[in-house]
């Protein structure tokens, strides 16, 4: 018996004549070359997050991601800095010269934060908020649309079609794990969903795999298993300093930790006839990372609770 296909997606699975998703002026997600898009999973303050950027972009990003809204399992944690954080991601961003993508979780947020950001991200939580998704759709800002934790590949591709109904076609899929009766790790990387959604429809597909794993000794092997497997880009977390992370520290990358994922990821992107995308040339040029001060964000640092 023929296995299932996600069909019948009536937008997109429909040819395209752009199946890439143009961020800014620089970045093209979903053609030869792999995005890798990092930095913390909260914006916690000026510093640690500018730090950041300047790390992860002279290390090879080409985007800056940054929660300014954390939709936290608990609400007793850290639920992010919200306004405050658009404000520093929007300077980051014009330090680096990086596109920015930031979680929404509110429709009511979205008018204001397709001012700041360049890529509206769906969390996990949200895929299936269709208030949200309508709301995203009509801004037509790109889209990053995050699997569901119990979603199927065609409920994720449902879901996206409630963004391109609404006239947005920019819209980028994500795969960060998904719950499974595993319990080593904090989801279970579905790295099928790579070519099968590939096959599907030609909408980009990316993997995160920092919340796929959760731990940071996971990540590297992850993001090459998904290079490996046909992923258009990455979505990793880095912190200045995970061990005091207000939030997913246990999976964020040091520095010296996405230094090597981008040395082991580029030899893997070349196997699959693919290279990683360099960061914009109109960014600011290799300024110093102040790995040689660390922990002088601290400071400056909203508290935890
Ligand atoms: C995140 O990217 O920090 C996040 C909350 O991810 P997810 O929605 O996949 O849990
Ligand atoms: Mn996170």
């Known amino acids: 018996m023929p296995h299932a296909t996600v069909h019948p997606l009536p937008t997109a699975s429909r040819p395209s004549p752009s199946p890439a998703v143009r961020v800014g002026n620089a970045v093209t997600i979903g053609e030869t070359e792999v995005v890798v898009i990092a930095g913390p999973c909260s914006v916690e303050g000026r510093a640690m997050l500018t730090d950041t950027a300047r790390a ?51 429709p009511r947020q979205v008018e204001r934060m397709a001012e700041v950001v360049d890529v509206l991200q769906v969390g996990a939580r949200n895929m ?17 649309l995050k699997r569901g934790l119990s979603a199927t590949l065609r409920e994720l591709l449902l879901a996206s079609e409630h963004v391109r109904v ?19 790790t904090r989801n279970t990387l579905d790295v099928a969903a790579v070519p099968v959604l590939k096959a599907e429809t030609h909408l980009p597909v990316i993997v995160d795999p920092s919340h796929a ?25 880095v912190h ?7 939030s997913d520290g246990d999976q964020s990358l040091a520095f010296d930790g996405f230094a090597e994922l ?12 693919r290279a990683l995308a360099r960061p914009a040339p109109n960014g600011e040029v290799a300024a110093p990372v102040s790995l040689a001060r ?12």
């Open 56 to 106: 992860v972009r002279r290390l090879g990003a080409a985007m800056l991601r940054g929660g300014a809204y954390k939709p936290r399992t608990s609400p007793h944690t850290f639920q992010g800095m919200g306004d405050d954080a658009l404000e520093l991601l929007a300077e980051a961003r014009a330090a680096t010269g990086l596109p920015v993508v930031s979680e929404v979780v509110d």
């Open 128 to 144: 299936q908020n269709y208030a949200l998704l309508a709301e995203v759709g009509a801004s037509g800002v790109p889209v990053l």
């Open 166 to 184: 609404r006239g947005n076609e920019r819209v980028i899929l994500c795969e960060r794990g998904i719950r499974t009766f595993e319990t080593a």
């Open 213 to 237: 794993g959760g731990r940071a000794s996971l990540v590297t092997p992850l993001a090459l298993a998904a290079v490996a497997a046909g992923a258009d880009g990455l979505l990793v977390e």
């Open 240 to 246: 200045p300093d995970p061990a005091t992370a207000l």
């Open 262 to 273: 981008m040395r082991r990821l580029a030899p893997v992107a070349a196997a699959v006839g």
């Open 294 to 305: 660390p922990g002088a964000w601290r400071g400056e640092r909203v508290s935890a609770s």
